[in-house]
């Protein structure tokens, strides 16, 4: 298998930092957000955007975990917080790779359950082979590949990361 590396560690940490800035300006004149992140590497990115927003702002962020079946999304969607927890809140839904939207939705759906302040996505790689209308409002790097072709981000225990296609 032949891995291309689209971003390294130095590459993603710039764009953690990049994002974080961003979600700040949006969100400069609330007290309070919520980072949520899609189970593992979504929640992964989303930690490292939160930290990087601790050190910039003085912003409450809390931290949510959303977990998702990636296989059969329809199912229940479940986050580490509950629903009162992020109502009339500013909240960004944060993922690794945005390839057909599948997951991003239906996420989507669940937050929009409750009313929130201001909705955001933040993604690490938009792929742009889009099913659904659900777009990045905060991304790393927009990557035009054929449907053949994968990405994949890798965030290992040592703190390194680094995406590549395949």
């Known amino acids: 298998m032949n891995r291309n ?12 930092k990049r994002i974080a800035y ?12 919520v980072i949520a992140g899609i189970a593992s590497n979504g929640f992964i990115f989303a930690t490292k955007i939160a930290a990087a927003l601790h050190s910039i702002s003085t912003l409450k962020v809390s931290l949510c975990e959303v977990q998702i079946n990636k296989q059969n999304p329809e199912l229940s969607v479940k986050t580490s917080l509950t629903k009162e927890e992020y109502t009339h809140k500013g909240l960004v839904l944060v993922d690794d790779v945005l390839n057909s939207g599948t997951t991003l939705i239906y ?13 955001k996505t933040a993604i690490l790689v938009d792929r742009n082979h889009k099913k659904y209308p659900v777009k990045a409002d905060f991304k790393g790097i927009s990557l035009s590949t054929s449907s053949l072709e994968r990405v994949e981000v890798v965030f290992d225990e040592n703190g390194n990361s680094y995406a590549y296609l395949c």
Request: charged share 30%; aromatic share 10%.
């Open 5 to 16: 590396i689209i971003l390294s560690n130095q590459e993603i940490e710039h764009k953690i």
């Open 22 to 33: 961003q979600i700040y300006e949006t969100f400069v004149d609330e007290e309070e957000i």
């Open 107 to 119: 996420a989507v759906r669940h937050f929009l359950e409750v009313p929130l302040k201001k909705f």
